[in-house]
C-alpha cells in the first residue's frame, strides 16, 4: 500500500484561527491535522523562526481544502 503525501496547507497566528478552519475541512470530509512542530507557534521561544501554528492536509485534497477556506 502506497503511503499519501502530506503537505501543508496554511499557518495561522493563533490556535483558534486554526481550530476553527480545521473545523471546516474536517466537517466537509477532508481529514487534517497540526504540524508535529507547533509548539513553536504556541511557544516561540523554543524557536526564532516564529512562522506561527501549521495545519496539514493530505496532498490529494489541497486543492479542495484551499477553496473550502477561500470560501470560509
Given at each position: 500500500?502506497?503511503?499519501?503525501?502530506?503537505?501543508?496547507?496554511?499557518?495561522?497566528?493563533?490556535?483558534?484561527?486554526?481550530?476553527?478552519?480545521?473545523?471546516?475541512?474536517?466537517?466537509?470530509?477532508?481529514?487534517?491535522?497540526?504540524?508535529?512542530?507547533?509548539?513553536?507557534?504556541?511557544?516561540?521561544?523554543?524557536?526564532?523562526?516564529?512562522?506561527?501554528?501549521e495545519v496539514l492536509v493530505f496532498?490529494?485534497?489541497l486543492d479542495r481544502a484551499n477553496?473550502?477556506?477561500?470560501?470560509?
Open positions: 500500500m502506497e503511503e499519501e503525501k502530506v503537505v501543508s496547507l496554511k499557518f495561522y497566528g493563533s490556535m483558534i484561527e486554526a481550530e476553527i478552519e480545521m473545523n471546516v475541512l474536517k466537517n466537509n470530509g477532508i481529514e487534517c491535522m497540526l504540524n508535529d512542530g507547533t509548539m513553536v507557534g504556541l511557544f516561540p521561544i523554543f524557536d526564532d523562526k516564529e512562522r506561527g501554528i496532498e490529494k485534497d477553496s473550502l477556506i477561500e470560501e470560509y
